[in-house]
């Protein structure tokens, strides 16, 4: 009896052992044992690597690097690339949008209508799937597609050149200085591709903390579904308001300052936060600046539309199906004359006054919950059936847009100003991220608490920022 | 499936050669099948380790033709990614782990490829090594070979090395480490066919490392980890790691505490497979 349980071992024994063994190694074991692993690192380094004996040869990465992350050039050189970035695709994007709406619009559209006629389709099964469905789905292909095909190839290339951690280096001590982990400036970067992507990617962020932060601000990064709206409303309402020549890189800069607006927000809510609510010391880290290499571009455009474009364009497709199902439904439902959708609009609208928007905007918020790249679809078909300026086709359904000009034609007879551009750009970079960013924080964060602060205090925060900025407008420019 | 997992035996081969050609070592490097996500009925499962940016998910498309993001920055992988291929009538399961610097700290990342290079028992692990930054890289790689007597080292950006005039003597490392250096350059595929030979000959059991390990300084702590891993030894035969698990535990590592207590260790070893499946399962959940 005896001998078994002395040669038994029992994991209460080890435990056991364990705890006066720590007691033998002493309290710096963790930082001894560190130090043996550097000091055989550095000699198996040492032996098998031959360094060249001439003197450091003139080193091209550290050139750029100190003058991309300089104090003087740093942000000015960011804005710039983030400015030329957005030029070439508000510029080049102009055409094939014409061109596809063109064809899915312009000959497809009557082709199916024809179709369904013939075959004896109902009125409303016909306005459903074709007026409804059909239509919605077709103007975010060509609506989206375009800017996406330019943009996304050349934020790949960006980052695949090893720019990316350069801006992240840049924006690392202003998060520090809020209070925030440098980490998340990395969380950001992947926001602007997409928010869900940015919240997971806040896993690398040791402190609970600082997490959580970076979560909660992650919706300040603008995101894949939300570029194209910004692009597209400031290309109608900003650009036009100077020359021709200039309108392009006009408004190129009013998208970069909505991009540089929503980082500065979200220095701010850090700050806010690391103050009330998440206080805490903050953490340093070591961030790696990976050397430049030159992108491979065939691959890139590769990647870049099989992992972006056409992700975000399936999801604004998947979305915007039930979305043009549901506009048309409401449209289309009667009660004493006046359908469900115009009821809702009369309801917003006193609130979308006040905030410089319109009920009809806010609306196609609430539909847009799902996907944040419907809103600007959503938005041009309530609108035509607002203001009735329909094309004949009934109510609910966009007509043929041939150009950009068109899109502005029907905004503007739905009462929209620059006010309004201005506004819904700005509510369209601060308000409640969309239900799968949602989801994501509440599987990050385990908790209702965290993700309800996470959705509400943008949307708060969108009110806010959008009643001042109304109010003062109004004040300075008294219609 | 377990019957498969034979990890010493080199003919090891119940897969049907279906594939022909493509299955036939004499038809090198061809002999390397991509699978893609297809990942049923694996011989062998590698881990793919490494610092961040050393370009572990250029080595993971290369190695299963998935299209994995890759992104010039680190921090890219935060989750795990897997793949499967077939090499040489063997069919291989890969999983990216995040990158990480060291394995001793406990954010969520670290932790991912820790407890999957320790609990999940990959039968190869991969260590992607950045060739131009050596000495901070074989921080990362000495952890891991106190954790596993199976891996590979991939000496990734030879070309960046070259280009700022370092020379590298993979021989001279091999030998110092234990374990096999295969010098590549992953985003020109250069190296896949000799790092998939090295692969297969450590999990066939062709190539027996002997991996480096950590030599310490103080008498005391050698005493120490040696009575510690003796005793771990005795308690739990199936562990192969007993001196990291001494080691972590002298570290006053919560995890491992738990898992000697609760007597997951010994469990992990013997069932294998359920351990991966609910590691999975844990990993996914987070």
């Known amino acids: 009896m005896t001998t078994i349980s002395q040669n038994e071992i029992t994991p209460d024994d080890i435990m056991a052992s364990v705890e006066s063994l720590r007691w033998q190694v002493g309290r710096d074991f963790h930082d001894k044992l560190m130090e043996d692993i550097y000091t055989d690192a550095t000699k198996l380094a040492d032996r098998a690597v031959t360094r060249p004996d001439e003197k450091a040869r003139f080193d091209l990465d550290h050139t750029i690097d100190r003058i991309v992350t300089s104090r003087i050039w740093g942000f000015p050189l960011m804005i710039l690339m983030l400015a030329v970035v957005f030029w070439l695709t508000i510029t080049g994007a102009n055409y094939p949008s014409q061109f596809l709406a063109d064809i899915l619009i312009g000959t497809i559209y009557p082709i199916l209508k024809e179709f369904a006629a013939a075959i004896g389709m109902p009125w409303w099964l016909d306005g459903f799937l074709i007026d409804g469905i059909y239509l919605a789905t077709a103007w975010v292909i060509s609506v989206m597609l375009p800017p996406m095909m330019i943009f996304f190839p050349l934020f790949t290339l960006l980052e695949d050149f090893g720019y990316l951690p350069r801006v992240a280096f840049n924006l690392d001590n202003a998060y520090r200085k809020a209070g925030a982990h440098g980490k998340q400036s990395l969380s950001m970067m ?36 939300r570029w194209p709206t910004q692009i597209l409303i400031a290309t109608l309402f900003i650009g036009v308001l100077v020359p021709p020549y200039l309108a392009g890189i006009v408004s190129a800069l009013a998208v970069v300052s909505i991009a540089v607006l929503g980082v500065f927000i979200s220095f701010a809510i850090s700050w806010g936060l690391s103050r009330s609510v998440l206080r805490g010391e903050v953490s340093t880290f070591s961030l790696e600046l990976p050397p430049y290499r030159p992108p491979q571009v065939l691959q890139t455009i590769y990647t870049s539309i099989i992992d972006r474009t056409l992700p975000v364009l399936w999801r604004a497709i998947l979305f915007a199906i039930p979305a043009g199902a549901v506009i048309w439904l409401v449209s289309n439902i009667q009660i004493d004359g006046t359908s469900l959708a115009e009821y809702i609009i009369d309801a917003l609208n006193p609130i979308g006054i006040i905030l410089g928007l319109n009920g009809v ?34 109510a609910g359904v966009m007509f043929e847009l041939d150009s950009l000009m068109d899109t502005k034609a029907i905004l503007t007879a739905g009462g929209w100003t620059l006010l309004t551009a201005v506004c819904v750009m700005l509510f369209s970079l601060i308000h409640n991220p969309c239900s799968t960013t949602i989801y994501t924080i509440y599987k990050e964060t385990g908790s209702k608490r965290w993700t309800a602060l996470a959705s509400l205090l943008p949307l708060l925060l969108g009110f806010i920022v959008t009643f001042f900025v109304a109010q003062i407008w109004r004040l300075l420019f008294p219609a | 499936m377990k019957d498969e997992k034979v990890m010493t035996s080199p003919t090891t081969t119940n897969a049907p050669a279906t594939s022909g050609c493509a299955s036939c070592p004499a038809h090198n490097p061809g002999n390397l099948l991509k699978l893609g996500i297809d990942m049923t009925d694996w011989d062998y499962v590698v881990a793919l380790a490494g610092n961040p940016n050393t370009g572990k998910s250029t080595v993971f498309n290369a190695l299963t033709g998935l299209r994995q993001h890759t992104g010039n920055w680190p921090g890219k992988t935060v989750a795990r990614a897997e793949g499967g291929f077939s090499y040489a009538d063997n069919r291989y399961k890969l999983v990216d782990l995040p990158g990480t610097y060291s394995l001793l700290s406990t954010s969520l990342d670290e932790e991912v490829a820790r407890d999957f290079i320790l609990f999940g028992q990959p039968d190869v692990t991969i260590i992607v090594v950045d060739a131009t930054r050596l000495e901070r890289n074989l921080n990362l790689t000495l952890q891991v070979l106190e954790i596993t007597d199976r891996a590979v080292v991939c000496l990734n950006l030879m070309d960046e090395a070259k280009r700022r005039g370092l020379t590298v003597n993979e021989r001279r490392l091999a030998r110092d480490l234990g374990v096999p250096v295969v010098p590549a350059i992953a985003r020109q595929k250069e190296g896949i066919p000799a790092l998939l030979k090295a692969i297969h000959e450590v999990a ?36 192969p790691n007993a001196r990291w698990v001494a080691l972590r535990l002298l570290d006053g590592d919560q995890r491992i505490a738990e898992a000697v207590q609760s007597g997951a260790l010994g469990n992990l070893s013997s069932q294998e497979e359920d351990a991966i499946q609910d590691l999975a399962i844990q990993l996914e959940a987070r």
């Open chain 2, 204 to 239: 066939t059991g062709e190539t027996v490392c002997k991996p480096h390990r950590i030599k310490s300084g103080s008498s005391a702590i050698k005493n120490a980890i040696d009575e510690l891993s003796a005793q771990i030894e005795s308690a739990f035969p199936n562990v």
């Open chain 1, 361 to 394: 905007i806010l609306l196609a918020y609430i539909v847009a919950i799902p996907a944040n790249e419907i809103v600007v679809p959503t938005i041009l078909m309530l609108t035509v059936l607002v203001t009735g300026s329909s094309g004949g086709e009934g």
């Open chain 1, 190 to 225: 992947m926001g602007f591709g997409c928010n869900a992507a940015g919240v997971i990617s806040t896993r690398v962020i040791d402190s609970p903390r600082e997490r959580l932060i970076a979560i909660i601000t992650n919706n300040f990064a603008l995101c894949n579904g």
